[in-house]
């Protein structure tokens, strides 16, 4: 079974580029038809979509994150990895790694000075 661990820094600072890994176990994250997603829950708000990334290629951002974010693959390693540049405090969140039907237990990042 599939099974998603997210890891990260903890701790950004204001204006740097945020990183997060997933570690993806039990299925290739090559496999047909499997589509990758980065989640996040920010203090007092439900779940914001981040970005999609489909097996075939093609990635899906949510619009207001667009301009800041990137995802790619690492695929000898199984992972699929979030880039999240030019981080504020409102980016503060757990963020989560998912396929949609099986989460990561979520990473806590915070942005402070």
């Known amino acids: 079974q599939v099974q998603l661990q997210e890891s990260g820094p903890g701790l950004v600072k204001p204006s740097q580029t945020l990183s997060l890994t997933c570690q993806v176990s039990g299925a290739p994250i090559t496999a047909p038809y499997s589509i990758w997603n980065w989640v996040r829950q920010s203090p007092g708000k439900g779940l914001e979509w981040i970005v999609e990334s489909h097996y075939s290629g093609v990635t899906k951002y949510n619009p207001s994150l667009k301009s800041r974010t990137s995802i790619s693959t690492d695929t000898s390693k199984n992972q699929f990895i979030l880039l999240l540049s030019s981080v504020v405090p409102e980016d503060t969140g757990i963020y989560y790694c998912?396929?949609?039907?099986?989460w990561g237990q979520g990473t806590q990042v915070s942005v402070v000075s």
């Open positions: 998912s396929n949609w039907d099986v």
